[in-house]
């Protein structure tokens, strides 16, 4: 892949540089996405538990502030990100697609589509990274489009997490003396935000998934290597959705998702110790990382998203 390193002399081990450095700029534009998505979630929760006063508990968890959580967290997940191959992200967000749409046919709207914008963190990532590979493949210089990347993905998780930090600290007061704008367009248009991410999840999920077919269909030189190997991925799939799909009837809570996330893990892991390779199996491990990262990060979100499916409260709306 040309990249910046186009521009320097061919010295031994540069095009292993860089092509670390790209993978860590997807990592770290992947990273900034579910921080974006964490953010707006939180700013939306944060309203509906303040409009709730049987929540109280969860609003102030809510509005914690993580001064070093925070950056620890993007700096794992970015490595992480980093470190899953192209393969395995690929069929991370194929897994993810599938269950999605599975879930939203199944099951209603509202406290589900949460639930399920909050599990997507890793995914999402994973999505990210995996179209920015697929895009920027034989691209001259894409390291430097992928710096511009990470640079606008950080400025966009910046303004995001500021707004998490404002909502959570003024939101009650400037939402009473109504005065401040950005708190007048969430009491006005807050109910919004799950609108506004599921379509933005869609755009994203579309493009990584085209990416993901793309990136794994390009290692088989027949058409008989790529039957042996999707053949026993699409019933392995097909036996997961049905699966989480009763775990998600039986319970929305932490340990039922870190459960789902073991579950999927291991039937990833079976799959790819049988058909795949073994650097494949090792990406798996540390997609599993990432999955419990992402999760131990939104516990918060998603005890509130347990508790709306088990006591549901009013829908956000303008006062």
């Known amino acids: ?30 990273a900034c996405a579910t921080s974006v998505l964490c953010s707006l979630l939180r700013v939306y929760l ?24 925070e950056p620890l967290h993007m700096l794992v997940l970015t490595g992480i990100l980093a470190l899953v191959g192209s393969r395995v992200a690929a069929l991370v967000v194929l897994e993810f697609s599938l269950r999605a749409i599975s879930t939203l046919l199944s099951l209603s709207k509202g406290a589900h589509s949460i639930h399920l914008l909050v599990l997507c963190q890793f995914s999402l990532g994973c999505g990210l990274s995996c179209g920015l590979s697929f895009l920027l493949e034989g691209a001259p210089h894409a390291t430097c489009n992928l710096v511009l990347a990470a640079g606008l993905a950080g400025l966009l998780a910046v303004h995001a997490r500021r707004l998490a930090l404002h909502t959570c600290i003024l939101y009650e007061l400037h939402s009473q003396q109504r005065y401040c704008g950005v708190c007048m367009l969430l009491l006005t ?3 919004g935000v799950p609108r506004l991410l599921r379509k933005a999840l869609v755009v994203a999920f579309v493009v990584a998934d085209l990416a993901a077919i793309a990136l794994i269909n390009r290692d088989f030189l027949s058409t008989a290597e790529a039957v042996r190997f999707w053949t026993p991925l699409t019933i392995c799939y097909t036996l997961l959705i049905v699966y989480m799909q009763e775990e998600q009837r039986s319970g929305m809570g932490r340990q039922s998702a870190y459960q789902t996330v073991q579950v999927r893990m291991g039937g990833l892991f079976i799959l790819l110790f049988a058909v795949g390779r073994w650097i494949d199996i090792l990406h798996v491990f540390f997609s599993l990382l990432g999955e419990l990262w992402c999760l131990l990060h939104a516990s918060v979100l998603l005890e509130v998203c347990r508790q709306q499916v088990s006591a549901p409260s ?5 006062q």
């Open 1 to 30: 892949m040309l990249s910046l390193g186009s521009w320097l002399p061919a010295w031994p081990g540069l095009a292993w540089g860089w092509a670390l450095l790209d993978a860590v700029l997807q990592g770290l534009v992947g």
């Open 314 to 318: 009013a829908a956000l709306r303008p």
């Open 46 to 69: 944060f309203i509906q538990c303040l409009n709730d006063p049987a929540r109280q508990d969860l609003r102030v968890a809510l509005g914690a502030r993580r001064l070093v959580l």
């Open 189 to 191: 248009s807050g109910h």
